[in-house]
């Protein structure tokens, strides 16, 4: 019996179309599990490289960085953590697997802003009580108004005592004068005791101190030119700073300046007459000098008489006693007919000296008794600040808040007095010197500059303040003195007054206490009446005010307008300081935020090779590559 096998040839290649579907089908799901397969070994070697973050740099300061040598060093640790996938990859035939680094992020990388976003994770985290009552840029502008005012009144303060400088030649040359008129006087009475020896002597001395008058004019002179051309500069120099005044202060500023004009145009006017003295004092003299050839005259025939005892001789020595007495009373006598110096040099004196001595010697007056400045030092050489970086974006205000609460957690200032490789750290940061002395002293400076300009602004908005300071610049001047003169003064005393209120606020931040920032009556400390004393003692009375904030806060206002990326990079400073006394060769510069990596392996096919003409239905090798990408950052 014939048999057709037809029908089972039709169905075995059926059959063998669909294994060839279903195992293409089967390949394709298996290459596809192989890729994932591979992407979930990458992510966990990835993972697993960043969890061996350096333990210090989080313990000590809640920072996360992966300490790195090498490209080749990261890639092996890598390959490491992927090859107990490798090895039981089972039907995905992963193997020879290869990790490219594309790029690395470094914690100092952009400016450090980085670190700075590892700052604001974890801050972010918790919850902090802001220094600042109101908004923290309504509070900088009242901060600089008053570096602003300092600025201005400084500058315009060291031109009161310039003023004050002509004043005191004017007085120089009154005194001349003054000195003058009792030469004559002296004169007069020896031209009625008849004493030609003594009269003879008198004009010697009136020529001696006639001859100082050309000097005390030219010294004159030279400070006037001086005072006129310092006020032309310093009202160039603070424009910028007056511009930026709130309109009070400006209104007040501008109105007291132009006082410093109206002082050197009426100066212009008794420049006229004071250079007219020097003209005046030779003529006076050349009447000093007939007036001594007179007495030469009179001396001879009163010599003769007695030599000559036949012929009289007295009509001719009573014609030369009359010469004399003649050339006596008519002598010129110089006057000043305006306004001039001050009456109470001594306090005035004080002033400028109070005004050095906080000025130049505030850093010993601020340190509390019982602390010594430390003397610590370093070499920046190989510190981050060294290789700054750029691509910095700036952060928000709720950002910029949290960055400086962290850096006043974690890092130390002078008040907390603590052993470490920079034991002020905070100053540090602020101010990037080489020694704690300098950063310290820096930041007293600065401190100095906000207080003196704040609590300048204090005194000129309280009358009662304005009125003391009035009547001790009236004391000062005198009454006969120009009147401009006493309104310069007062800008002196202010000043002076703000200064030493200012040095006691930052003893008082040093020793740990806490100054309100804008000041009432209550919280003011210095009295007007007593603030010479500071001179004899050379010591600041104490301020326990419990109102305000502490140095802390003050320090945090001053970050608050510091240059970001110098003051990240100087956190990295102080975090390479402290780790490296335990680590010598901890940098941050090896400190890696994030990866991008691309991994690519080899693979074996499966199912496409299972059928006996696989060779001749694809042209597909026996094993291919695949590369999936990882990335992960802290």
Request: charged content about 30%; some cysteine; hydrophobic content about 35%.
């Amino acid at each position: 019996m014939r048999k057709s096998g037809s029908v089972t040839v039709f169905i075995c290649l059926i059959f063998v179309c669909i294994s060839a579907l279903i195992c293409g089908l089967l390949e394709s799901a298996r290459t596809s599990g192989a890729r994932f397969y591979l992407q979930v070994a990458g992510d966990s070697a990835i993972d697993s490289l960043f969890s061996r973050y350096h333990r210090k740099l989080w313990e000590n300061y809640r920072i996360f960085g992966l300490e790195s040598y090498s490209d080749e060093n990261i890639k092996d640790m890598m390959l490491l953590y992927m090859d107990p996938y490798i090895k039981n990859s089972g039907m995905y035939r992963i193997q020879n697997p290869h990790v490219n680094l594309n790029k690395k992020i470094y914690l100092n990388d952009n400016g450090g802003m980085y670190l700075e976003q590892e700052i604001i994770d974890y801050m972010g985290l918790g919850t902090f009580e802001s220094i600042f009552d109101s908004s923290p840029d309504k509070l900088w502008k009242d901060i600089e108004d008053a570096k602003s005012m300092e600025k201005v009144t400084s500058d315009y303060g060291l031109s009161s005592r310039e003023a004050i400088e002509v004043e005191k030649v004017l007085k120089r040359l009154s005194e001349n004068i003054s000195e003058q008129e009792k030469i004559r006087s002296e004169m007069r009475s020896s031209l009625g005791a008849r004493n030609l020896t003594e009269i003879k002597k008198l004009c010697k001395n009136l020529k001696k101190v006639l001859k100082k008058v050309p000097d005390l004019i030219k010294k004159y002179e030279k400070k006037a030119d001086k005072l006129s051309r310092k006020i032309g500069e310093i009202k160039d120099k603070n424009a910028e700073s007056i511009s930026k005044l709130s309109e009070n202060n400006k209104a007040y500023i501008e109105g007291e300046t132009e006082k410093f004009k109206d002082y050197a145009d009426k100066d212009g006017e008794r420049r006229l007459e004071v250079v007219a003295l020097g003209g005046l004092s030779e003529s006076m003299i050349r009447e000093i000098e007939h007036l001594e050839a007179d007495i030469e005259i009179l001396q001879e025939r009163i010599s003769e008489a007695s030599d000559d005892e036949e012929d009289d001789h007295s009509s001719e020595i009573s014609e030369g006693w009359d010469n004399v007495s003649d050339d006596i009373n008519s002598l010129t006598e110089m006057r000043m007919n305006f306004r001039h110096g001050i009456s109470d040099e001594v306090k005035e004196d004080k002033l400028k000296q109070l005004k050095d001595l906080i000025s130049d010697g505030i850093f010993s007056l601020v340190i509390p008794e019982n602390r010594e400045v430390s003397n610590k030092s370093i070499n920046r050489l190989a510190l981050p600040s060294n290789t700054v970086t750029g691509g910095y974006t700036g952060r928000n205000l709720a950002e910029r808040l949290l960055i400086n609460e962290y850096i006043g957690t974690y890092f130390a200032d002078f008040t907390d007095d603590i052993s470490t490789p920079l034991s002020y750290e905070l100053e540090y940061i602020l101010n990037g010197k080489d020694s704690d002395r300098e950063n310290l002293e820096n930041t007293v400076a600065s401190l100095l500059a906000i207080r003196e300009g704040l609590n300048y602004m204090h005194i000129i908005s309280d009358a009662d303040k304005m009125q003391r300071a009035e009547e001790l610049a009236e004391v000062i001047s005198g009454v006969i003195c120009l009147p401009e003169i006493t309104v310069l003064i007062k800008f002196l005393i202010i000043g002076v007054w703000a200064l030493v209120e200012s040095a006691i606020d930052i003893k008082c931040l040093l020793s740990g206490g806490k100054v309100p920032i804008i000041k009432t009556k209550d919280d003011w400390k210095a009295d007007l009446d007593t603030i010479f004393e500071v001179l004899e003692n050379r010591a600041l009375g104490n301020n326990d005010s419990e109102r305000g904030i502490n140095y802390e806060g003050y320090l945090k206002m001053l970050l608050y307008i510091e240059d970001p990326v110098k003051r990240n990079f100087r956190m990295m400073d102080i975090m390479q300081l402290d780790i490296g006394v335990s680590q010598n060769d901890f940098l941050m510069q090896d400190m890696i935020y994030g990866i991008d990596a691309n991994i690519s392996c080899g693979a074996r096919r499966v199912f496409s090779e299972i059928s006996y003409f696989s060779k001749e239905f694809a042209g597909l090798t026996s094993s291919y590559e695949m590369q999936v990408k990882v990335e992960k950052i802290y």
